[in-house]
């Protein structure tokens, strides 16, 4: 086979600098987490920065801290838990399902 092994390393610098891509892209995506119907949501960037939490007027009013620090808290998750599995996801997909260690 000639040339195998450079054909070999051509491809896996190719899926290199599309998961970087990919990387980058994801990171400037936002998701939203909710929690409470609503009461309580987080926005966030990919990179896991919180960059907008919304309140509702009635959780805010009602006074009950431990209630509102439970649904920051489930909103905050929820987000997370998005951007995770929207990353898995689209990393399957450049990759093919394999789980290439170092590269994400």
Known sequence: MPGG??????????LQIKVKKLQE???????EGTSGGG????????????????ISD???????????QDLIVTATNDALKKAKDTHAAEMAKVTGGMGIPGLF
């Open 39 to 54: 009461a309580v949501s987080v926005k966030m960037k990919g990179e896991n920065q919180v960059i907008a939490l919304k």
């Open 25 to 31: 892209e994801l990171a400037e995506r936002e998701y």
């Open 58 to 68: 009635d959780v805010a009013k009602a006074g009950d801290l431990e209630m509102l």
């Open 5 to 14: 092994m450079q054909n070999l390393m051509r491809q896996a610098n190719q």
